[in-house]
């Protein structure tokens, strides 16, 4: 049986700019073939159990040959797979994908493209310059200032100048100068402005504007690298009023989200939408534990609460039950406790209201809360991981509350990106790192390791922080325990340290 081939134009990098129909074929793929310059968080999308091809290309070096990733597409399909081709911007905007889609033809490999957004249309528009603007101009031209290796550029100055249009030129930083003088002896003004944009549409891009016979000497000041693309045109002088990306809070930051993958997206998420560069490494993951006797045997006993500690514990639990051959009615008369809103969330999922959540969402408040709760004491049963923390059992047992804590799962330090981490970290490259529990911290310390220097932990709770201060000079702790208040933390602290 032969599979199919659908090329996947990944947009110039954060998911957030992968299309619906990209992100849902990534999801059925049994192989991904992926270039160089696709974004880790859309790498993140792939099925566990798909297979990986990387082939990154890059500027003159090109590991993988096109001839090979072609043979590849082909093999691939006849092992039965479905396969994504995975490819930055778009598919055929000088991404070759017109050359693979020719061979799968006469190959006989049944094959459909799905369009990306590309750089040339998005790095502008990150960077507040409109490629069409009726003040200015009706026309945008594309070209690509990438010449064969041991070739010349071969661009038709004239005709662009010519044109009076926003000219856009893909994969030509290390052709600046050639460019730029190609233009100025067509013709166009010297003042005429101009810009390159480093890492476009993503959180650590960067640009320089200013008049054409000026833009290579200040981009080499700039330092300005690859990847990077060039605008020229006056729409280019739009881009000090216009530009919305940059002045974001969190832009040019890098923040590394250590939650469990189930969990990471709200906190990612909010810290795109102010405009850090998020690295998304979850440090642990939840093993669903198969021995269910010790619930079993809690069951047996009466409990007046039923105490949940994670978003992870409420499925668990539910997982738990079914093996059991029950479900959540087997808590019937115990009122239900969550450390903090996104349990609550957990249980309302199910179709169950949480009956106590803390004002503070760690598990010392919680332990106040029940003791509270529970003045002439009474019984607790905390339905957890077998590494949860000892601060709230013991508490409760200090004010004579019967605690019965049933482990469901076990918490795993595991991080799949570490030696990206450790780069970023000898680079000076890493401005934050979040933690949401000491599981995380422990997680990440234990498998990247290395120096902090210069690296602020912001932490979601006191616990938390204490686990982190053994490891981190720069500590702090959100105002309250939640999403908002540990963005609200790493925003305050990471802008006001720059």
């Known amino acids: 049986m032969t599979g199919t ?33 696709v974004g880790e968080d859309i790498l993140d999308l792939i099925p566990p159990e798909a297979e990986r091809v990387p082939v990154g290309k890059e500027n003159h070096h090109h590991p993988v040959p096109q001839h090979e990733i072609n043979d590849i597409l082909v093999r691939l399909t006849r092992e039965g797979k479905h396969v994504a081709r995975l490819k930055g911007g778009d598919c055929f905007l000088f991404g070759r994908g017109g050359e693979e889609c020719e061979h799968l033809l006469a190959n006989g490999v049944p094959f459909r493209v799905i ?7 998005a790095a502008p528009a990150f960077a507040g310059i409109p490629v ?22 071969h661009i038709d100055f004239d005709s662009l100048v010519r044109l009076d249009g926003t000219l856009v030129f893909l994969m030509g930083l290390s052709a600046l100068e050639q460019v730029a003088d190609g233009l100025l002896r067509a013709g166009m003004p ?37 990847p990077a693309l060039i605008v020229v045109g006056r729409v280019c002088s739009l881009s000090g009023a216009l530009d919305w990306f940059t002045p974001l809070p969190l832009h040019g930051k890098t923040v ?11 906190l990612a998420d909010k810290l795109r939408a102010r405009g850090a560069n998020v690295i998304e490494a979850p440090c642990i993951e939840m093993s669903q534990r198969e021995d ?41 008369g115990m009122k239900l406790a969550a450390i903090g809103k996104g349990t609550a969330d957990a249980l309302a999922a199910y179709g169950l209201t949480a009956d106590l959540v803390p004002a503070q969402y760690d598990g010392e408040h919680l332990a106040d809360a029940l003791v509270d709760a529970m003045p002439q004491g009474g019984s607790a049963l905390l339905l957890r991981a077998a590494q949860g923390g000892q601060v709230l059992p013991e508490k409760l047992a200090a004010a004579g509350i019967r605690v019965t804590d049933v482990p469901l799962y076990d918490t795993m330090h595991r991080c799949d990106k570490v030696d990206a981490l450790r780069g970023l970290l000898a680079d000076g490259k890493v401005d934050a790192v979040t933690f949401t529990s000491v599981s995380t911290v422990e997680g990440f310390v234990g498998a990247v390791g290395g120096d902090y220097k210069g690296v602020t932990a912001c932490c979601i709770g006191a616990q938390t922080a204490e686990a982190a201060k053994r490891y981190f000079a720069d500590v702090k702790i959100a105002k309250n325990a939640t999403i908002d208040d540990l963005v609200a933390c790493i925003e305050e602290e990471i802008t006001d340290a720059s």
């Open 132 to 153: 069409t603007h009726r003040d200015f101009t009706s026309s945008v031209h594309l070209i690509t200032a990438h010449a064969r290796a041991g070739k010349e550029l």
């Open 292 to 332: 269910t006797q010790p619930l079993a045997a809690a069951l047996q006993q009466p409990h007046d609460w039923a105490v949940f500690t994670s978003p992870a514990g409420v499925p668990a639990a539910v997982r738990a039950l079914r093996a059991l051959g029950r479900d959540l009615r087997a808590l019937y």
């Open 115 to 121: 369009p990306g957004v590309t750089s040339a249309l």
């Open 256 to 266: 590394v989200v250590t939650r469990p993958r189930a969990r990471a997206g709200t």
């Open 5 to 37: 081939v659908t090329l996947v134009g990944a947009g110039p990098g954060d998911k957030g700019l992968l299309t619906l129909a990209g992100a849902q074929a990534l999801a059925r793929a049994d192989a991904v073939v992926y270039d160089r310059l």
């Open 190 to 226: 010297a003042d005429m402005p101009a810009a390159v944009i480093e890492n476009g549409a993503r959180g650590t891009q960067r640009k320089v504007v200013c008049g054409l016979s000026e833009l290579a000497a200040q981009v080499r000041a700039a330092g300005l690298q690859s």
